[in-house]
């Protein structure tokens, strides 16, 4: 079993600051890519950014600048540091890791169950 935890989520003023963490446990054979995405009510999920194992990043246009996403291979955690928020950040964010297990050694997407996040005066 694999499990993908975020963790960070909350209420923040707007121009304030989270930073998201999510961590991957279980039977892992080796992680790939990891990334954030979100949903705000209403719209579709999209992506915030994504992340390579070698620390290659990649941020939708309306993040660039103001998030950046990293990850600590030996904890199999990747992280998301959000700053000057806006009430359009508004969403539920989601955690999505490319995971291999051992004795089956092909990708799969796995996806955290999602954490709040709530920008508003």
């Known amino acids: 079993q694999v499990q993908l935890v975020e963790s960070g989520g909350g209420l923040v003023q707007p121009g304030g600051s989270l930073r998201l963490s999510c961590a991957a446990s279980g039977s892992i054979f080796r992680i790939n890519g990891m990334g954030w995405y979100r949903q705000a009510p209403g719209k579709q999920r999209e992506l915030v950014a994504d992340?390579?194992?070698?620390?290659?990043?990649n941020y939708a246009d309306s993040m660039k600048g103001r998030f950046t996403i990293s990850r600590d291979n030996a904890k199999n955690t990747v992280y998301l540091q959000m700053n000057s928020l806006k009430p359009e950040d508004t969403a539920v964010y989601y955690c999505?890791?490319?995971?291999?297990?051992?004795?089956?050694?092909?990708?799969?997407?796995?996806w955290g169950q999602g954490t709040q996040v709530t920008v508003s005066s």
């Open positions: 999505n890791a490319e995971i291999s297990v051992p004795g089956i050694y092909r990708y799969s997407h796995y």
């Open positions: 992340i390579t194992r070698g620390g290659s990043t």
